[in-house]
């Protein structure tokens, strides 16, 4: 596609409940990121893949958050577990690997636990 | 810890006039710096980014300043339309990861 695709757009979930968001990169874009935006803040950098490898996942807040990305490709973000301080909107970045290149963004995924 | 702080918070301008949006940041040992727009409900558009060689970049009606050794940049908008209405990140990249420390934001609503 012509840009980074994140579903769904918006996820309603119950405390306690498992959630799975979807990101699906740029093709050709080796490097994906996850970052965190709540409400009236700016996004908070949540972990990092250059392909299929994790290497950084320093900004992860609890164990509950599971970040995955098998093929090198599509990226999935679980929670578990769901709290309502998890309410916020995931964003989803991708870019090529040379250093110093934007970053693109996706429109996020805003989930509210209830 | 790299810190980034943005002011101000809200600005609201009539129509015509020009802007300046700060951001300031404590380490210095940055990579690059980049100014982004966020639309409500919608991801962030990358509008200028600047190298840390760099002293400033421009775009249209847009011009970023980066002063690395004092920690500050600057978002001038030249003749602000309605259509700029959003909110501005800047945000800061270091060496050694490609992660990006943003600030919270300025938001801009320029009214008709």
């Known amino acids: 596609g012509a840009g980074v695709s994140q579903s769904p757009r918006y996820k309603v979930a119950k405390r306690g409940q498992d959630v799975a968001l979807r990101c699906d990169p740029i093709?050709?874009?080796?490097?994906l990121f996850w970052y965190q935006q709540a409400l009236g803040q700016g996004p908070e950098f949540l972990t990092y893949f250059q392909n299929e490898a994790q290497l950084d996942k320093s900004g992860l807040p609890s164990d509950r958050f599971f970040a995955e990305r098998p093929e090198g490709s599509v990226s999935t973000l679980k929670i578990q577990r769901t709290q309502q301080e998890d309410s916020a909107v995931y964003l989803c970045?991708?870019?090529?690997?040379?250093?110093?290149?934007?970053?693109?963004f996706g429109p996020g995924t805003r989930l509210l636990v209830l | 810890k790299q810190e980034v702080t943005q002011i101000p918070a809200a600005l609201s301008v009539p129509e015509g006039e020009n802007l300046v949006l700060n951001c300031s940041f404590t380490d210095s040992a940055i990579y690059n710096l980049q100014w982004f727009r966020q639309d409500p409900g919608k991801g962030l558009t990358s509008l200028l980014l600047i190298q840390s060689s760099q002293r400033e970049q421009t775009s249209g009606r847009l011009n970023a300043s980066l002063d690395k050794s004092s920690g500050r940049s600057t978002l001038y908008i030249a003749a602000s339309q309605p259509g700029d209405s959003a909110t501005y990140l800047c945000a800061v990249k270091s060496y050694n990861t490609d992660k990006l420390i943003f600030g919270t934001g300025t938001r801009l609503q320029v009214f008709p």
């Open positions: 093709s050709g874009h080796v490097s």
């Open positions: 970045a991708t870019k090529k690997l040379l250093a110093g290149l934007t970053q693109y």
